[in-house]
């Protein structure tokens, strides 16, 4: 129901207004549409307020809050980067907290250490090199303690896995693929 019909059928029970086809009418019609309109604008900025629930301009401005952006190209993925960020404190600095902190790059990475000051970091679901790798690595080094040397570890296909797609050099040729393109081939 719109704020005008709210408007009127508060006023009907009075029995004193003219509320159909009169300018008394006509003037709750418009404050009815304003209120609209005004409650339109409250849920949208409702919704970019909260980190959760932000889709546009609300992530744009978190974002903007931060050195670095992270590099997640869907909303979803953005918002979730932008909470891990957000939740980063004093005790930040376990192996199970960094992991937490760490999808705040963008990507889902993980962190295992391998020695005292050494760790590894790689992104079990991106095939080789991961798009926009020079911001994520930027972010990665931001977060982690200073002291602490990084390894990056990408994975691509093996002999084996490309036997499964029963590929021979031809059909490569045919579509023209790049090694590149071998390298992250998907089922």
Not at 51 to 60: I, K, M, N, Q, V
Request: glycine share 6%; hydrophobic share 45%.
């Amino acid at each position: 129901m719109s704020s005008a019909e709210d408007l009127k059928r508060l006023l009907r029970p009075l029995g004193v207004y003219r509320l159909e086809n009169s300018f008394f009418g006509a003037e709750l019609d418009s404050v009815g549409n304003a209120l609209d309109a005004l409650e339109q604008t409250i849920e949208d900025i409702q919704q970019e307020m909260l980190p959760d629930t932000a889709r546009g301009e609300g992530l744009e401005r978190l974002a903007a809050l931060f050195r670095r952006r992270p590099a997640a190209e869907q909303p979803e993925q953005m918002a979730a980067a932008l909470a891990a960020l957000l939740r980063i404190a004093d005790d930040s600095f376990t192996l199970r907290a960094i992991n937490d902190t760490v999808s705040g790059c963008g990507v889902n990475a993980v962190v295992e250490e391998t020695g005292i000051n050494r760790v590894n970091v790689w992104f079990p679901s991106v095939r080789g090199i991961p798009a926009a790798f020079d911001r994520i690595r930027e972010i990665l080094e931001d977060v982690l303690p200073a002291h602490v040397g990084v390894e990056y570890r990408f994975w691509y296909q093996t002999w084996g896995e490309l036997n499964r797609y029963a590929l021979t050099w031809r059909t490569v040729e045919q579509q023209a693929m790049t090694w590149r393109q071998l390298e992250i081939l998907e089922q």
